[in-house]
């Protein structure tokens, strides 16, 4: 168990929807990353918070966004939902600073429809 | 920009012959390194890290990695190879502490009986 919770673990949505996942890090970490997992992209980076506050963006559509809130949970939002966005979306954590791995979590599986 | 590349996506070997998943990054500062697993199913394990000192990096379950400057690789190398080991494995960087991870595009290792 990486400590680190995702949920929901399962999303079935139509297209136009819009969807929040949640992300609970692992105790005394403060960052927190979101990547997205399909077949033909592998795994993308999408943005990281550090203590609340944006520290990198990578490859995050518009229709996208994410926060993190003072108790350190992060919530990615995905608007105006595609087809071609149904993927396996991970949220790691980490303590932040010299090189320190990431914990992920068991991600959720968004499938839309 | 960093990048991580991994030769080959998929690798089968027999089980007990030995183990190797090639790694090579570019960066233009020297970066902390990994190599995760994804068993099917779950999200990344932290398998080993290198991030400044020893080249030769020994992780977790008998797996270890070098690290060679010149030849910019990170190669992941086991002795002998259980039918447990047989999962997905991820190379990855980061080019300071607080930087983004970024993620080769995975390895697909199987393990013959």
């Known amino acids: 168990d990486s400590g680190v919770t995702q949920t929901p673990k399962h999303l079935i949505t139509a297209t136009g929807q819009r969807v929040t996942l949640r992300c609970s890090p692992r105790?005394?970490?403060?960052?927190v990353y979101w990547y997205q997992q399909s077949l033909d992209q592998g795994l993308q980076f999408l943005i990281q918070y550090y203590n609340g506050e944006e520290r990198a963006k990578g490859n995050i559509l518009e229709r996208f966004s994410a926060q993190q809130f003072p108790d350190l949970h992060s919530e990615l939002n995905l608007s105006s939902l595609e087809l071609g966005d149904s993927a396996l979306y991970f949220c790691?954590?980490?303590?932040?600073?010299?090189?320190?791995?990431?914990?992920f979590g068991n991600g959720t599986r968004l499938t839309v429809t | 920009a960093q990048s991580v590349t991994q030769l080959g996506s998929h690798v089968s070997v027999s089980e007990g012959a030995l183990v190797l998943l090639r790694c090579n990054y570019s960066?233009?500062?020297?970066?902390?390194l990994f190599w995760y697993v994804q068993y099917p199913n779950q999200g990344l394990q932290l398998l080993l890290k290198?991030?400044?000192?020893?080249?030769l990096v020994k992780g977790i379950n008998g797996f270890e990695a070098e690290f060679k400057k010149s030849e910019t690789s990170f190669h992941l190398t086991k002795p002998s190879a259980h039918m447990s080991d047989a999962a997905e494995y991820f190379c990855?960087?980061?080019?300071?502490?607080?930087?983004?991870?970024?993620f080769g595009p995975g390895t697909s290792l199987s393990v013959i009986p």
């Open positions: 290198y991030t400044t000192g020893a080249t």
């Open positions: 990855a960087l980061s080019k300071t502490s607080y930087d983004k991870v970024i």
């Open positions: 105790s005394g970490d403060l960052s």
């Open positions: 790691a954590s980490s303590v932040g600073p010299l090189g320190s791995p990431l914990h």
């Open positions: 960066s233009s500062v020297p970066p902390y």
